[in-house]
């Protein structure tokens, strides 16, 4: 059964092709992973590699923990299953007041204006 492994601390420069290359040393890959930012196109500095088996898994966790991979130490470990998550709040604003300026009827002669 195929096992997935979290993979975290990966340099900027760090492929997928070059972390597969890297984790074939200790079995077969079946997948790879590098979690790129949407924003900036950018890595976000950790991915997600699949080895074939629980063994090679092992090995791979032996292997690649804490060593040096394209200038960074690498984390690696089991991934765990994504936790659900609330939904997010606060950030940019969808709707309702914008903040700043206030313009609408405030009460007074003039319809809310000051001037």
Known sequence: MAKKLYVGSLSYSTTEDGLR????QCGVVVSVSI??????????????VEMSTDEEAQ?????WNG????????VVNEARPMEERPPRT?????????????GGDRGDDNGGSRW
């Open 90 to 102: 606060g950030g940019f604003n969808r709707g309702g007041s914008r903040g700043g300026f206030r």
């Open 67 to 74: 060593q040096d991979l394209d200038g960074r130490k690498l």
């Open 35 to 48: 979690i790129i930012d949407r924003m900036s196109g950018r890595s976000k500095g950790f991915g997600f």
């Open 59 to 63: 090995a791979a966790i032996a292997k």
């Open 21 to 24: 290359a890297a984790f074939e």
